[in-house]
Nanobody
Framework: VQLQASGGGLMQAGESLRLSCEAS????????MGWYRQAPGKQRELVAAVTSRSTINYADSVKGRFTISRDNAKSTVYLQMSSLNPDDTGVYYCNARILKADYWGQGTLVTVSS
């Protein structure tokens, strides 16, 4: 199983960025997918998740600014981020989950400067 996250970078506050995570080695459409982030010195936290049935939830801090989506045909989950602020800085990890199986990608760094 491999979750390849991409799209991170150095951004200015107010800008937009899209992260992608392509999965391989799993039957993607059956998995709940999520984006987590870990800021320096903090615990990893859920940013957004989309279930296999396309139910979506967001962390309160990103509601109205971030949009998660999935393309089952491409085995890819996306995180569209807008109105970025320095608090969004961190390593963003892709997660795939089904029953007791839980897989993580390697993370992609997003840095937002003010």
């Amino acid at each position: 199983v491999q979750l390849q996250a991409s799209g991170g970078g150095l951004m200015q506050a107010g800008e937009s960025l899209r992260l992608s995570c392509e999965a391989s080695g799993i039957i993607f459409r059956f998995y709940d997918m999520g984006w987590y982030r870990q800021a320096p010195g903090k615990q990893r936290e859920l940013v957004a998740a989309v279930t296999s049935r396309s139910t979506i939830n967001y962390a309160d801090s990103v509601k109205g600014r971030f949009t998660i989506s999935r393309d089952n045909a491409k085995s890819t989950v996306y995180l569209q981020m807008s109105s970025l602020n320095p608090d969004d800085t961190g390593v963003y990890y892709c997660n795939a989950r089904i029953l007791k199986a839980d897989y993580w990608g390697q993370g992609t760094l997003v840095t937002v400067s003010s």
